[in-house]
């Protein structure tokens, strides 16, 4: 059980390093977000792979949407 705990964090760990989705993950675990609502549509398992893959990229800030254009991109 120990080993797999240890696994675990060293996981969670890798990914919060990383730039694009360790950003993700710190915006999830801020105060002012409810984790458990934020995750609930995972679970659900209402989607496609694909489309799960998509919504989770567009949250990652990996795919330019309209809004990013406008208001970042200028």
Same mark, same amino acid.
């Given at each position: 059980?120990?080993?797999?705990?240890?696994?675990?964090?060293?996981?969670?760990?890798?990914?919060?390093?990383?730039?694009?989705?360790?950003? @993700? @993950? =710190?915006?999830?675990?801020?105060?002012?977000?409810?984790?458990?609502?934020?995750?609930?549509?995972?679970?659900?398992?209402? @989607?496609?792979?694909?489309?799960?893959? @998509?919504?989770?990229?567009?949250?990652?800030?990996?795919?330019?949407?309209? =809004?990013?254009?406008?208001?970042?991109?200028?």
């Amino acid at each position: 059980m120990e080993v797999i705990a240890t696994r675990r964090e060293d996981r969670i760990e890798q990914w919060r390093s990383k730039a694009i989705h360790g950003r @993700f @993950f =710190n915006e999830l675990n801020s105060t002012d977000v409810d984790k458990r609502m934020s995750c609930a549509w995972l679970k659900t398992g209402n @989607f496609h792979a694909e489309t799960e893959r @998509f919504v989770v990229a567009i949250q990652d800030q990996v795919i330019p949407t309209r =809004n990013y254009r406008k208001v970042i991109q200028k």
